[in-house]
């Protein structure tokens, strides 16, 4: 059974920083793409960073050189680093793992929130 539980959400101000971690398990996570993605209320899911298995980051453009993704193979983890927080970041993030070789899979974690806000 694959799971994936997302950790450290949370109430911060803005500017401030948090470190969500995803643990992966049911799968062989060193060959996963993992993503993070956020959905903030009535608004679509999106994008938010991505990390390849050999370890290539992608970025959306409002949080490119304030996050960070990261993975630790070891530790079947993906981390994403956020510093200077702003209101707009507030939503559920989520973790996603993707086996990009066939036969393709696609994982979601349970979401967590985060909110930022004076």
């Known amino acids: 059974q694959v799971q994936l539980v997302e950790s450290g959400g949370g109430l911060v101000q803005p500017g401030g920083s948090l470190r969500l971690s995803c643990t992966a398990s049911?799968?062989?996570?060193?060959?996963?793409?993992m993503g993070w993605y956020r959905q903030a209320p009535g608004k679509q899911r999106e994008l938010v960073a991505d990390?390849?298995?050999?370890?290539?980051?992608s970025y959306a453009d409002s949080v490119k050189g304030r996050f960070t993704i990261s993975r630790d193979n070891a530790k079947n983890t993906v981390y994403l680093q956020m510093n200077s927080l702003e209101p707009e970041d507030t939503a559920v993030y989520y973790c996603?793992?993707?086996?990009?070789?066939?036969?393709?899979?696609?994982?979601w974690g349970q979401g967590t929130q985060v909110s930022v806000s004076s």
């Open positions: 990390i390849l298995s050999g370890g290539r980051t």
């Open positions: 049911g799968i062989i996570f060193s060959i996963y793409a």
């Open positions: 996603n793992a993707r086996k990009l070789i066939a036969p393709t899979r696609t994982y």
